[in-house]
């Protein structure tokens, strides 16, 4: 049994307007208790055992149609949703109409979908006038949505595995045919409902192409959603990925999503963010992004060490000792203490040491 007692608490009734937040706890016997907090009242619950969903919340309104629809789609080809694929379908045509707003798309727009199953989001997709290439891995469902669309040339139907796709180069070709006589650097966009194993691949892979893409709206695990904007170095799943996340791009939690949305329904709520990505000028400045993520990575290999110690196959103590210093932190600094910011100036102060050495 689910019970959900919901309030809505809009920021103007605060005196001092905080950001507001959704807080959600999971009781014994099914029993889910959600509640609207300030955000610092929020941070310290996850602290907890409770956790912020998000700043507003799509539940199930979805209308017989959208799930009958979608059954039907299955059946035609006698199917059953694949787990391992992540085959948790949309069965709330309200999610995929927000998230398309999301993307903010003009006729004409290139959209990669990443896994379009059934077609339910391609659909909205094609009413907005999108060009889509759409990713799908299951062969089945490739056939499916292939075939959903083939009325239309707006979409192009991809049989292949998102996580060994070479999506740089098949983007930029189509980008190249597409915008050949246009004189401004057009970019894409991407859109997925995305299966919620393959998360940290996805976002690894496409953040850092900010030269193709402009912005990336996923559909993920609430959870995931929550960790991957929040790289403030108090949270407790403060890790690389919230580093890389924040500097390739700029993310934003923009609602949750109810898993009573899906067919079938998956064990826990999701949460849709964006993300709009930096071209390569705008990154922090670092001389090579690849040689500061060896940094960080490295730094938090061992996240409750002391950086002197954690970096030494890289640098010796005592330089990572003086660099800490020369930027103004503690030289006992651990991984989880230092920002975004202040790892850049580590980095930068560890690359000028090495380069004045030889
Ligand atoms: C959560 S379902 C979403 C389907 C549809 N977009 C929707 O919203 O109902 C995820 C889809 O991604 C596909 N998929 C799973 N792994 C994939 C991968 N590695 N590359 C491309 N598609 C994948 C699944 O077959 C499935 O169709």
Redesign the pocket.
Same mark, same amino acid.
């Given at each position: 049994m689910s019970i959900c007692l919901g309030l809505r608490v809009q920021s103007h009734f605060y005196t001092q307007r905080p950001k507001t937040e959704w807080g959600s706890k999971s009781l014994h016997f099914g029993l889910e208790i959600r509640f609207i907090v300030p955000c610092e009242v929020a941070r310290d619950f996850r602290k907890g055992r409770v956790r912020r969903i998000g700043v507003d919340v799509i539940r199930a309104e979805r209308s017989e149609d959208d799930i009958h629809s *979608?059954l039907r789609a299955l059946q035609s080809r006698n199917r059953q949703p #694949?787990r391992w &694929?992540?085959?948790?379908?949309?069965v709330n045509e309200q999610v995929?109409s927000a998230m398309v707003q999301l993307v903010g798309i003009q006729p004409g727009d290139l959209i990669l979908?990443?896994? $379009?199953? *059934?077609?339910? &989001? *391609?659909k909205f997709l094609v009413e907005a006038g999108a060009h889509i290439i759409a990713?799908? #891995? /299951?062969r089945d469902?490739a056939a499916l949505v292939a075939e959903r669309f083939a009325h239309t040339d707006q979409v192009e139907v991809v049989h292949? /595995? %998102?996580?060994k796709?070479s999506v740089s180069s098949q983007i930029n070709e189509a980008l190249e045919q597409r915008y050949r006589a246009s004189t401004t650097l057009k970019r894409a966009k991407v859109i997925?409902? &995305? $299966?919620f194993n393959?998360t940290t691949q996805v976002v690894k892979k496409l953040l850092p192409l900010g030269n193709t893409f402009s912005h990336v709206v996923l &559909?993920l695990q609430d959870e995931a959603a929550i960790r991957l904007v929040d790289a403030s170095p108090d949270c407790n799943e403060y890790r690389p990925i919230s580093l890389l996340v924040n500097f390739f791009s700029v993310p934003e939690y923009r609602f949750s999503v109810g898993r009573d949305s %899906?067919f079938p329904q998956p064990r826990v709520d999701a949460g849709v963010v964006s993300f709009a990505l930096k071209r390569t000028s705008e990154y922090p400045p670092v001389a090579s992004p690849k040689a500061f993520f060896t940094l960080v990575n490295s730094a938090f290999t061992r996240k409750r060490k002391m950086l002197r110690n954690s970096l030494q196959h890289l640098h010796s103590s005592e330089s990572v000792q003086s660099a800490l210093s020369s930027v103004g932190l503690p030289e006992t600094s651990r991984p989880d203490e230092l920002t975004l910011d202040q790892f850049v100036a580590l980095h930068n102060a560890l690359t000028a040491n090495c380069s004045s050495s030889i």
């Open positions: *979608t #694949k &694929l992540g085959q948790h379908y949309m995929n979908e990443i896994g $379009p199953g *059934t077609g339910s &989001l *391609t990713v799908e #891995k /299951d469902m292949e /595995d %998102f996580v796709w997925a409902n &995305l $299966p393959i &559909l %899906f």
